[in-house]
Each structure stands twice: as C-alpha cells, then as structure tokens.
C-alpha cells in the first residue's frame, strides 16, 4: 500500500495552497490529515464540527467535502489576512460559519451544544484552553491534533511543550486516546465518558 497515493484531493486545495504560499504562510496541514479528517466527519450525520486554526483553509477542504448536508461547521482564526482567504473560496457554503476572532475568548465564551468531531490546529484548544475544549466534545466525540512530530518552524522551547502536552491528554480517564507518527504526528482522542 503506497499511502502517498491520495486521489480524492479536494477540486480547490491546489488553489488555496497557491494563495498560502503567495502570502508566505508556512505552516499549513498535509493531504495526510486532510485525508483523516475527511474520512472521520464523513462518518456522521447531522454533526456539528468544530476547526480552530482555520489557517489558509486547507483542512478546511477536506472536511467540508466530508460534511453531509444536514451538518455545521464552524472554523475560527485570529489571522483576518488568512480568514479572507478562507473566506474567497468557501463564503458560499451555508453549513460553514467561518469566524476571525481569538480563539482562546471564543471558547471561553462558547455555550452551545457539543461537538461532534474538533481539530485543534492553533495555539487556543490545544496548548491553552485544553480542559474547556475537551469538554465540548460530545459522547462518542473525536478530538484531533497534529504537529506532535518535530517541525522545522518550531520555535526554540516549543519540544518540551508538546511533550507536556501529550503527558496531560495521555492521563485523561475520559478519552481513548491513540497516538500516530504519521502525518505529521497525530493524536486522535474518543470521548468516553
């Protein structure tokens, strides 16, 4: 099995990846967690999917090709140079709401019903704001990081963070929690409890 052979890349990736390199944004998400995340949202119904760090929208992409008509989703970036670019290619989607705002005072300030599926792809709801964010996971719900492999923009220090990071989700009682170096190392978590 040769896994780079992805062929169900989404009609606008190569787009929005053009405008992600135009602007100089280097830290966008792989055809491997794309792949993932389209897969997982594809196997529910009348869900509700939360993306934080919406980015150029390159997972973006992917998820909403795997999100049925009867679902939600919201993305949320701090980043308006990037959520215009979001904005350009998926405005016209009605089961998107695509946020800019702070993502840590977004979940702080969130009080509707539970999550289906959430991608913590920013710095809120995966280094800050951990135990809010799980807790909005719904029974039965899936939690997804990436990143956990070293990365060539990490900043000095942000090692031992990710390692703290995955010491904290390892002892939570309340989700499975399986751990994948692939991609770009990912940790998919089930809410059990």
Not at 120 to 142: N, Q
Request: net charge negative; hydrophobic share 40%; aromatic share 10%.
């Amino acid at each position: 099995m040769d896994q780079s052979q992805i062929k169900d890349i989404p009609e606008l990736y190569s787009n929005i990846q053009s405008k992600a390199k135009e602007i100089g944004f280097t830290m966008p998400s792989d055809l491997y967690i794309g792949s993932l995340l389209k897969t997982l949202i594809s196997s529910r119904k009348n869900a509700n999917i939360l993306e934080i760090g919406t980015g150029a929208g390159l997972s973006l992409a992917w998820m909403l090709e795997g999100l049925s008509v009867d679902s939600s989703l919201t993305s949320i970036d701090n980043d308006p140079t990037l959520t215009k670019i979001a904005t350009d290619f998926f405005a016209e989607d009605p089961r998107l709401s695509l946020l800019c705002e702070d993502g840590g005072k977004w979940i702080e300030n969130y009080e509707g019903p539970p999550f289906d599926l959430i991608f913590a792809d920013a710095w809120p709801g995966k280094y800050s704001h951990i135990d809010e964010t799980l807790a909005m996971v719904k029974h039965g719900g899936f939690y997804i990081i990436d990143d956990m492999n070293p990365q060539k923009n990490w900043p000095f220090g942000h090692a031992d963070k990710v390692e703290k990071l995955v010491q904290i989700l390892e002892e939570r009682k309340d989700f499975n929690l399986t751990k994948m170096n692939w991609s770009t190392g990912v940790i998919l978590m089930t809410k059990i409890k």
